[in-house]
């Protein structure tokens, strides 16, 4: 079981965290990863990071701003998010597959197949 926490409204220009909890499951052994889904649009992988933390994804347009890592000893995943821009508001999830890596990176569609789901956490970027 996942838990998503820290969306709200934020200023452009603003660094909110979110962060993802996970429960009941040997966590360390799965990667994980943030994804986000405005209105009309379809779910996008925003970053992801391998089950021990040393290697992580990030769509290009938010590298440079937006960062992933997790703290495997409290089964916590983050997604630091910086400079927040207005075309970030959407529902950030996150979720958990023991490859998601391979499965949500190389095929749009891939989140479909992925193991574990949070609930989202809405992101609201307004001045």
């Known amino acids: 079981q996942l838990q998503a926490s820290g969306g709200g409204v934020a200023q452009p220009g603003a660094s909110p965290r979110l962060s993802c909890a996970a429960s009941g499951r040997a966590f360390s052994n799965y990667e994980a990863g943030w994804f986000r889904q405005a209105p009309g649009k379809e779910r996008e992988i925003v970053a992801a990071?391998?089950?021990?933390?040393?290697?992580?994804y990030r769509i290009d347009s938010v590298k440079g701003r937006f960062t992933i890592s997790r703290d495997n000893a409290k089964n916590t995943v983050y997604l630091q998010m910086n400079n927040l821009k207005p075309e970030d508001a959407a529902v950030y999830y996150c979720?958990?597959?023991?490859?998601?890596?391979?499965?949500?990176?190389?095929?749009?569609?891939?989140?479909?197949?992925?193991?574990?789901w949070g609930q989202g956490t809405l992101v609201t970027v307004s001045s």
């Open positions: 990071v391998t089950s021990d933390g040393t290697g992580t």
């Open positions: 979720a958990a597959d023991r490859r998601l890596m391979q499965k949500a990176t190389l095929n749009a569609s891939g989140y479909k197949y992925l193991e574990l």
